[in-house]
């Protein structure tokens, strides 16, 4: 996760990575994956967010500032970092929460399907195909408590939390705009929306008819 230094020596994130912070809970032991240069479970750890970190990463060069990093900030006893892909780098019980970001719905679900031992919580960020990600992780018995829409003009980055559990049935227009972000609709979803639904407009899709509806309801009521 590239980010910046700030005056105080510690990584300033952006908005988008500081979403997906904030949907881990405390004191947790958390894994990056595909964690660039760190500075995301960095910033968790000096913050006291986070207790211990395992970042994975499948670049060498990536990980070679991810050391960098690790070694400016003095962690090494608690950022563990490795060269590999997906779920399939850790071991049994050595993280409680999985981060994803900057991937698509493929390579997330991916890590998944290999891992070998799953953690309680997954914080999830992708750069398509949400719906198929969304649909795919019911399926696999994981249940969507929180998210999130970080960003702003014509950048807006959906963000989920998931814990093992049934999801309750989803639409297809809950599928597209998430059950949470739902509940309170506010005017980063429906910008967002707006430009998301256009290829399914294109493709005359039948349920985007519930979404016209949908938009319509909010924005009286907005």
Known sequence: MKGALCQTGSPKL?????????????????ADVGCDHALLLIRALISGRVSFGVGVDASEQALRGARDSRARWGLEDRL???????????????????????????N??????????????????????LMDLRRALAD????????????????????????????PSMSELELFLGPEL??????????????AILPFRARREPWVQDYEDWRLSALRHG
Do not use: Y
Request: proline residues 8%; charged residues 20%; aromatic residues 4%.
């Open 14 to 30: 952006s908005p988008r990575l500081l979403a997906l912070l904030g949907l881990v809970p405390w004191e947790s032991r958390v």
């Open 80 to 106: 563990v970092l490795r060269h590999g892909r997906g779920l399939a780098s850790l071991t049994q019980n050595e993280v409680d929460v999985v981060v994803m970001a900057g991937m698509g719905a493929c």
């Open 108 to 129: 997330m679900l991916e890590s998944l399907w290999v891992a070998e031992h799953l953690p309680s919580r997954l914080v999830l960020q992708p750069n398509r195909d």
């Open 140 to 167: 696999l018995g994981w249940r969507i408590d929180k998210e999130c829409l970080p960003g702003s003009g014509r950048r807006f980055h959906p963000t989920l939390s998931l814990v093992p559990g049934e999801q």
């Open 182 to 195: 739902m509940k309170q609709p506010g005017p980063e979803l429906l910008a967002w929306a707006d430009r």
